[in-house]
């Protein structure tokens, strides 16, 4: 099936790109960096009112990943320095394996191909190990360990991922 990619604009679609967010964090995160540390991060970088200030205030685009009409996941973005971040790249764990995820990195590599950009980059955990693999494997190069303090006590231990284009 292929995916359809649908800008978030709307209250209803940041507030869904939140509960998509929660459920997948929750599922993926907590076993790679706990629960007190997801709680924090969703709230901090994942919530309605987070999600709304970066569309509004920090130029981030989001946009949610439908299969047919269920929303499977979601990108976040933002144009820095010639390059497109790709700050936020999830599909749901019951979704993964149909090609979604691949899909929308075509989407996202054509996004910043008409914009000029000169790649993009990430920040992955660096105990993560699906999500680095499954970036080599789609053609990004680890770029070496990047750690950033984050407030509350903790930091994002992080390696920084960029695929040339």
């Known amino acids: 099936m292929k995916i359809t990619m649908k800008p978030v604009t709307s209250t209803d679609s940041i507030e869904l790109v939140a509960r998509l967010a929660e459920e997948i964090w929750n599922e993926h995160y907590v076993p790679i960096i706990g629960q ?7 709230g901090k ?7 709304t ?9 989001y946009f949610l990943i439908y299969a047919g009409e269920k929303a499977v996941g979601y ?3 933002q144009i820095r320095n010639q390059e497109l971040f790709l700050s936020k790249y999830y599909v749901h764990s019951s979704q993964r394996g149909k090609g979604y995820g691949k899909e929308a990195l075509e989407f996202i590599r054509q996004y910043a191909v008409e914009r000029g950009l000169l790649g993009i980059s990430l920040t992955v955990n660096k105990f993560n190990s699906n999500s680095i693999a499954a970036y080599e494997k789609m053609g990004f190069h680890n770029l070496g360990p990047t750690v950033a ?6 930091i994002m231990d992080d390696y920084k991922m960029r695929l040339p284009l």
């Open 36 to 42: 007190e540390q997801v709680d924090y991060m969703i």
């Open 45 to 51: 970088y994942q919530s309605v009112p987070a999600i």
């Open 53 to 61: 200030d970066q569309i509004d205030s920090e130029g981030y685009i």
């Open 75 to 77: 990108i976040g973005m």
């Open 149 to 154: 303090d984050i407030g509350n006590g903790f």
